[in-house]
């Protein structure tokens, strides 16, 4: 079956690449466009819209209280989004610094703090016109993780359940430090490290539970400052944060050796 058929709503349907990509195609997780900064490439993974329930439900074994209530969101647009967190050559091509605790060009870059997140997106995209990255909301970050998941793990495949260990970079395998990207098995979408080696910014503000929470995927706001969510887990979390569902959050200017981000651009 052609893997574009699964995507009904894809941009690459026609038959064409955007114009601020580097390239495109296709493969058996689905339609996939690459950007390139100076020799650095970067892939971007279709997120078909669609309807998903999002947080965790009371009687899942390990869950926090702020992944619930469970409740049902729906994403009208896909939207694409990196297959890695970003990285440090990326970072270091965009930024013209190198930044991180533990070096190398395909570990995640960290001690990025929200500001520091905002302003790489908008120096990529004044290098890349019409690219328009942004922050992934804390809802469109659950739909790309789960990749048609309702447990606590994603699934390589839909047919293919997996353990903890071979999704994740925590704090039973890391060996305390991060590591390259693309080392576990990537979800049934293409995306890598979803879960584990970095926590990952989001747009949202932090609010201890989902009561209220906008059921259309858009950014939960609450004003001027403020926390924002992260999720992830990361190579310091215990296996616990190994989910989907976990959420936590820091202050803007936090800049944490496990925590990062990843980039999406959502259809206009």
Not at 8 to 25: F, I, M, R, V, Y
Not at 127 to 148: F, K, M, N, S, Y
Request: glycine fraction near 12%; aromatic fraction near 12%; charged fraction near 25%.
């Amino acid at each position: 079956m052609n893997a574009a058929r699964e995507f009904l709503d894809h941009p690459l349907s026609g038959g064409n690449p955007p114009e601020w990509a580097s390239g495109w195609g296709e493969d058996r997780f689905g339609p996939w466009v690459e950007i390139e900064v100076d020799g650095v490439v970067q892939r971007l993974r279709w997120i078909p819209q669609g309807r998903f329930m999002m947080g965790s439900p009371d009687d899942e074994p390990g869950r926090f209280n702020q992944e619930g209530p469970r409740h049902e969101v729906t994403l009208a647009r896909g939207f694409w989004l990196f297959d890695t967190p970003v990285t440090q050559a990326l970072w270091h091509m965009v930024m013209g610094e190198a930044r991180s605790r533990f070096r190398g060009d395909q570990r995640p870059v960290e001690q990025v703090t929200w500001e520091q997140a905002n302003a790489f997106l908008e120096r990529i995209n004044e290098r890349i016109p019409g690219l328009d990255l942004v922050l992934p909301t804390e809802a469109q970050w659950e739909r790309a993780c789960r990749a048609g998941s309702n447990g606590p793990l994603y699934r390589v495949l839909p047919s293919e359940a997996v353990s903890a260990d071979e999704l994740a970079w925590c704090s039973a395998n890391s060996g305390r430090e991060t590591h390259d990207v693309k080392q576990k098995s990537p979800n049934a979408w293409g995306l890598y490290d979803m879960l584990g080696n970095v926590w990952e910014w989001t747009e949202d503000h932090w609010h201890g539970h989902y009561r209220g929470a906008p059921e259309d995927g858009k950014a939960w706001y609450t004003g001027p400052g403020g926390s924002r969510v992260v999720r992830g887990g990361s190579w310091l979390a215990s296996a616990r944060f190994v989910s989907c569902a976990v959420r936590n959050h820091n202050r803007p200017g936090g800049r944490f050796g496990d925590l990062g981000f990843r980039c999406a651009r959502v259809q206009a």
